[in-house]
Nanobody, 117 residues
Framework: QVQLVESGGGLVQPGGSLRLSCVASVSIFNFYSMGWYRQARGKQRELVATLTSGGNTNYADSVKGRFTISRDNANNTAYLQMNSLKPEDTAVYYC???????????WGQGTQVTVSS
């Protein structure tokens, strides 16, 4: 059973930074890609950033230049560094991983990020 556990969310002022972490219960070498999605209240879940095992990244236009996705293979962890946060970044952020052999999607439970003064 694959589990993804996010942490690092919280309340931050506009312009501030947060780093989200996603720890997987299995080696992340098993995943084709890992990524972050977010869902604001009353809105659909949307892609924030993805990172493939080959090192290719994809970012939503709204976060380009401000957010950085990375992974630590040794610790089975993916990160999302979020800088210059804006109120519109407020959402529940979910970690996602796609299994290499089966293409099964796995999701974490989500972590709340609130950007407010």
């Amino acid at each position: 059973q694959v589990q993804l556990v996010e942490s690092g969310g919280g309340l931050v002022q506009p312009g501030g930074s947060l780093r989200l972490s996603c720890v997987a219960s299995v080696s992340i070498f098993n995943f084709y890609s890992m990524g972050w999605y977010r869902q604001a209240r009353g809105k659909q879940r949307e892609l924030v950033a993805t990172l493939t095992s080959g090192g290719n990244t994809n970012y939503a236009d709204s976060v380009k230049g401000r957010f950085t996705i990375s992974r630590d293979n040794a610790n089975n962890t993916a990160y999302l560094q979020m800088n210059s946060l804006k109120p519109e970044d407020t959402a529940v952020y979910y970690c996602n991983a796609i299994m290499l052999l089966t293409s099964i999607n796995y999701w974490g439970q989500g972590t709340q990020v609130t950007v407010s003064s």
